[in-house]
């Protein structure tokens, strides 16, 4: 059974920084990729980031372009989700998700870990 655990979630001030990551265990083949999202209070779940496991290849929301970068270690079955300058709108609930072939819907998702930016 797959499994995906955040970590790294917590309060900062505006223009903080904090280092999200996504354990990923339990799976039986390598994923396509793995994808960053966050749902904040009476908002529907968004698009954050995303990266290819073999390639590496990312994408980013256009409100984590330049801010936000995202990158994963193949040995530990890890991704990471680097904030930077971070403002009182990145406050949410950030999940991290798998997605287990290419053009598949992300299938396994984690708990989440809550960020909070204070102004």
């Known amino acids: 059974q797959v499994q995906l655990v955040e970590s790294g979630g917590g309060l900062v001030q505006a223009g903080g920084s904090l280092r999200l990551s996504c354990v990923l265990s339990g799976g039986t083949f390598t994923p396509y990729g793995m994808g960053w999202f966050r749902q904040a209070p009476g908002k529907e779940r968004e698009f954050v980031s995303s990266?290819?496991?073999?390639?590496?290849?990312?994408l980013y929301a256009d409100s984590a372009k330049g801010r936000f970068s995202i990158s994963r270690d193949r040995t530990n079955d890890t991704v990471y989700l680097q904030m930077n300058s971070l403002q009182p709108e990145d406050t949410a609930i950030y999940y991290c998700a798998r997605q287990p072939f290419v053009g598949a819907p992300y299938d396994s998702w984690g708990q989440g870990t809550q960020v909070t930016v204070s102004s």
């Open positions: 990266i290819t496991w073999n390639l590496g290849r990312t």
